[in-house]
């Protein structure tokens, strides 16, 4: 200060930035206001941006040094309160708020970070069906990522050996909240990943608040579990708890029980697939057999009846043959012989019993007109009848004599 | 022989060409040595899937940060 009272741009400047940092509310402020004019300087890391309101705006400073654990990022129009103090830039005599930390206004931070850490690997294509990779039916081997103490690990262990009796489990422990949680989690996924017989990993905790939870929403696990060759397996909290690493993992379980249901199935269930499995391929095989066999007895039953029918045809041709030669025969015989015909008749004629007893011939029946062919059936005085070929007569027998005519 | 060549496969990989060959059985029109070949590849499969379920051992082992393995010892066992 000289001694006219004039005083240079810079000795205004410190004089005002000194009374600024001696003020005791200005050094550890709340301003409550929305982000407008927002750049992030890429190489230094450093925010800059205003806050404003209605009437006012603030110029804003946000160093590396006290960004850098932002869970969020902040933008255009978001209505957020910055901790700060407050302080004089001397270079362009503004005063400026030097931020210390900086939350959303109306939601959590850490909702915030979670909803905006989601939407940006969403729209990378980290959570896309598509890359999931696909469970193994049976893992020969299981890796698991959880704390060795608590809950999860029990319930898991406990549900994995009631469904499938016989497998192998390899556990890398680790922190599963707090800052430490995150790296230590990536270390076990990077080694178990590498160990070959593990076909599948786990990677699970109990319940807890979102901050308990929170190591599971890390950038750096979710583009680690994105990366894995292993196909892993999020099980992070109860039912209602979703965490980046759940939509990342090739599967959700919502319970540590639930994953253990999961990633093995009961093996009963799949002795019995199995037992069905085989009984299609011995059913098959035996089906194929009886239709060979039928196609056998079929194509020799045709052989047989074709047999059959050649016989058949021939005797045809026979009798046709045959039947040729007796007509031909016959008619033959029948011209030959035509002539001889009526003489045929005439001697047919001449044996008929009634041109015989037309010479003189009778014959006798008793009274139930049976034929009395000899002397032995009569009885004297016993009424008989004397057929003539011109009428008959009833006769009395008076006497009977037996007499040997011819000589048997 | 097919058994040996399916000693390395996984329960899944077994049964997989175990459905591909009952379908194609069930499917195709195999002459009676193809059927005969497939069936005894099939029982051979469904053997060494059966084997896989019982033969493994349960065993829970913890990955130290040295790399090495060490059983766990879980809460209520001896």
């Not at chain 1, 930035?17 to 890391?45: A, C, M, T, W």
């Not at chain 1, 076990?188 to 593990?198: N, Q, S």
């Not at chain 1, 044996?351 to 059936?377: A, E």
């Not at chain 2, 060549?5 to 002459?31: C, D, H, W």
Request: aromatic residues 8%.
């Amino acid at each position: 200060m000289n001694e006219a009272g004039i005083y240079t741009v810079s000795q205004v400047s410190v004089y005002l930035k000194s009374l600024l940092l001696n003020d005791r509310l200005l050094q550890d402020l709340y301003v409550i206001g929305e982000i407008s004019n927002f750049k992030l300087h890429k190489p230094s890391g450093h925010m800059y941006f205003t806050l404003k309101d209605n009437e006012s705006i603030m110029r804003c400073v946000f160093f590396r040094r006290a960004n850098k654990d932002l869970k969020f990022a902040p933008f255009e129009g978001m209505k957020v309160i910055a901790r700060g103090n407050l302080s004089l830039y001397e270079r362009s005599g503004y005063y400026q708020l030097y931020i210390e930390d900086l939350r959303p206004e109306g939601m959590g931070t850490l909702f915030l970070a979670y909803e905006q850490l989601k939407e940006k690997l969403q729209k990378e294509g980290l959570f896309r069906e598509e890359n999931k990779k696909s469970l193994p039916i049976i893992p020969r081997c299981v890796g698991l990522v959880t704390s060795s103490s608590g809950a999860a690990i029990k319930d898991f262990l406990t549900t994995l050996r009631r469904r499938f009796p016989c497998l192998r489990v390899i556990i890398y422990p680790t922190a599963v909240q707090g800052r430490e949680a995150p790296p230590q989690i990536i270390e076990a996924l990077k080694k178990l990943d590498i160990i070959e017989d593990i076909d599948v990993i786990v990677l699970t905790r109990g319940g807890g608040s979102l901050e308990e939870l929170w190591a599971f929403n890390d950038e750096e696990l979710a583009r680690t579990i994105f990366k894995m060759n292993t196909p892993v397996v999020s099980a992070v909290g109860h039912e209602i708890d979703f965490t980046i690493a759940d939509f990342v993992a090739d599967k959700r379980a919502s319970t540590p029980t639930a994953a253990a249901e999961i990633i093995v199935p009961e093996k009963k269930d799949l002795l019995k697939h199995l037992v069905m499995q085989e009984h299609r391929l011995k059913s098959r095989l035996k089906s194929q057999l009886k239709e060979k066999n039928m196609n056998l007895e079929n194509l020799s039953r045709a052989a047989a009846l074709n047999y059959t029918r050649e016989k058949i045809n021939h005797g045809y041709q026979r009798t046709d043959e045959i039947w040729q030669r007796l007509v031909r025969n016959l008619f033959y015989s029948l011209k030959l012989k035509g002539a001889g015909l009526n003489n045929l008749e005439e001697k047919l004629q001449a044996l008929s019993p009634l041109m015989i007893m037309g010479r003189g011939y009778t014959f006798v029946l008793n009274n139930k007109d049976l034929l009395v062919g000899s002397v032995d059936i009569l009885k004297v005085n016993e009424m008989v009848k004397v057929v003539f070929h011109d009428g008959e007569a009833d006769c009395e027998v008076k006497r009977i004599e037996k007499k040997e005519l011819f000589d048997h | 022989m097919p058994a040996k060549k399916n000693v390395k496969m996984t329960f899944e990989e077994a049964l997989k060409k175990l459905e591909i060959i009952i379908e194609k059985m069930e499917s195709e029109e195999l002459s009676l040595e193809d059927s005969l070949r497939n069936f005894e590849e099939g029982m051979d499969l469904t053997r060494h899937c059966r084997k896989l379920l019982t033969d493994a051992e349960h065993k829970v082992e913890i990955l130290l940060q040295s790399g090495e393995l060490e059983d766990f010892k879980e809460a209520g066992e001896a």
